[in-house]
């Protein structure tokens, strides 16, 4: 407490500047804004405190309007004096006043602790207190000269400043929003400036940065990022053709400076480029040297300025306007559609730039196709077929590629179909083949095409267009023709011989069908009218024709009589004469001696019975089987 501090004469000369403060000058500014107090309202401080150049210091508290009593106000540095600051009072709100100390510039310092007192007049005791320094209480202002212009690449815009203070380059951080112009009240996404990319040639900026946030920075949001700071920075997934408003604010970056986020600056606008799909910008190379771009407008709109533009490598930083360059071959076709050649540098990818202009109305329309290489954007001519033979109802394609530089990176399809149908049949033909063969139905003309696609582990592309179509007959007598048509280089001489001697063919077939259906007819009838007319002339033109057949019962008769013979004599053989005896190996055992058995003479009867005609082998009288028990052999 400082109630003994400041003596009385000290107090009576600060008289006049305290009846000075008790009225503020009406034409004078208000020190503090409500925007100001607002930015400060998270501070958690009796006293609040903001530098906005680090050269100069505001201080302020609020009070209720009710709330009566005389207040004085003192600073000081360590080691030196209190000083007293004049203080104006200001009211703010519904019932509030608010008490300012704007603090001479003389009396500013930097990495310095500051003292602060408020003393009521009347018990001379302390109200309000706070110890700062004046390097950590920055509101900066917003940064100066925002530009906000398309990056060069999809969904990205490139916006750039001027730091606030001239005289602290290195010290902020930047916060960018970004909302859609056509939509103010959504939710503006909001991105904290990412540095390590420089802005000289943001069209080649198609990479995210890198950066880590700083220690002891908040916890980032969605889309959202603390980092060190630059003057620039790239927004990315932005939504294609949508205007959008860009608003920069800054703060120190609390290493050497530190404070809190100033105010949002003036709105700028800026527009990305729409999608090169809605006007269908196509682009290709026929040749691996020029690119052909096409795309197509409203046809109702004929008096529509085109322009497109290209981007070769960069050689260095430079602007837009530098690296871009100008297709000056636009071409306007049927409905709408225009196209354009160009030849860009080789060994790069290429970008592509539409701008539409039309009649009285603004702002300009630009349509971006993203970067692609040449060697993967190829479009070449269709094949020309050369050859296309019919023999056995199996039709001969050949045909040469449209590139040969590409010839062993090419792919072919091959449709063909009936004369009047669409019901195309596709054949996908093995890589840098240069024939095909297909089955064709007899009697049936056929058209046949061809076209190519590069699909090699370099080359890639897309597939042409089909060939000039050829026209094939296939020959129903003989299974043979000829084909003719577009693409295969028969002249027109040649084309009407063929024709002819497949007319001449056909006469041929015509008198060949009555004479194969006449000629049994009439032969029929001329046999007929001999076995009439002239029997015995008729029996011996038989008997040349048609020789009697020999009768197979009776020259067959006797053999089967015996074989039946044959067969019911050696039915009764139980093994057949053929079948050849295997032979057993027995081995014979002498007959034990038995107490009890049958007598020999039983044994005997036993083996007469037995068919000797049918046995191997004889059982001997008197054999068991090894193992058997036996009676003890008598003494």
Known sequence: RMA?????????????????????????????????????????????????????????????????????????????????????????GAGGKRHVCVFPSQDVRLFTQLHLRVLDATTNQTKYWRELSVDAVGLIAPPANITAR??????????????????????????????????PGMLCSTTLNPSGQHPGDPSIQSTASSHTPRAGAASPAVGQRLVQANTWVVLRDLQPGVRYHIQVRSKPDGTSMDGVWGPWSQAVAAET????????????????????????WDPAEPHSSHQLFYRPPPSGAGTREDAWQQCEEVS???????????????????????????????????????????HQAVLTEAPQLV????????????????????????????????????????????????KEVLDLRPGTRYHAQVRAQPSGPWYQGSWSAWSKPVVVDAMADAGKGQGRGGGCGQRSHTADGRRRRFQRSSSDAGWLIPSVTVVPLLFSAVLLGLRCTFPSLYSNVKQKLWPPVPDLHRALG???????????????????????????LLEVLPGPRREAGPPPEHAGSRLSSTDIANQSYLLMSGWEPRGATTAPTPP
């Open 4 to 92: 003994a501090c400041p003596c009385q004469g000290w107090q009576l000369s600060l008289l006049p500047a305290i009846l000075l403060s008790l009225r503020s000058p009406p034409s004078a500014p208000e020190p503090v804004t409500s925007q100001d107090a607002a930015l400060l309202a998270g501070v958690s401080e009796d006293i609040l405190c903001f530098s906005r150049s680090f050269e100069d210091l505001t201080c302020f508290w609020d009070e209720e309007e009710r709330t009566t009593g005389v207040c004085h106000f003192y600073y000081w540095y360590s080691r030196d004096m209190p000083t007293a600051c004049v203080v104006s009072t200001w009211h703010h």
């Open 332 to 374: 306007r076709g049927a409905q709408g559609t225009h196209a354009c050649t160009f030849q860009p540098r080789a060994g790069s990818a290429i970008s592509v730039l539409v701008n539409v202009t039309r009649t009285h109305v603004l702002p300009t329309l630009s349509y971006f196709k993203e970067p692609f290489w040449l």
């Open 273 to 296: 480029p729409h999608s090169s799909g809605d006007i269908g910008l196509c682009c290709s190379t026929p040749d691996l040297r020029h690119v052909r771009c096409e795309w197509s």
């Open 387 to 434: 050859q296309a033979t019919v023999s056995q109802g199996r039709l001969s394609l050949q045909w040469l590629p449209p590139l040969e530089v590409l010839a062993e990176q090419l792919d072919y399809q091959v449709r063909y179909a009936m004369e009047n149908s669409h019901d195309w049949k596709v054949l996908q033909v093995p890589r840098a083949a240069r």
């Open 150 to 183: 398309w990056a060069g690449a999809a969904g990205q815009l490139c916006v750039s400043w001027q730091p606030p203070l001239a005289d602290f380059l290195n010290f902020f951080l930047y916060e960018v929003q970004c909302c859609p112009a056509s939509s």
């Open 558 to 584: 006797n053999f089967l009589q015996e074989s039946s013979k044959h067969g019911q004599a050696s039915a009764f053989d139980k093994q057949p004469p053929e079948e050849a005896v295997l032979p057993c």
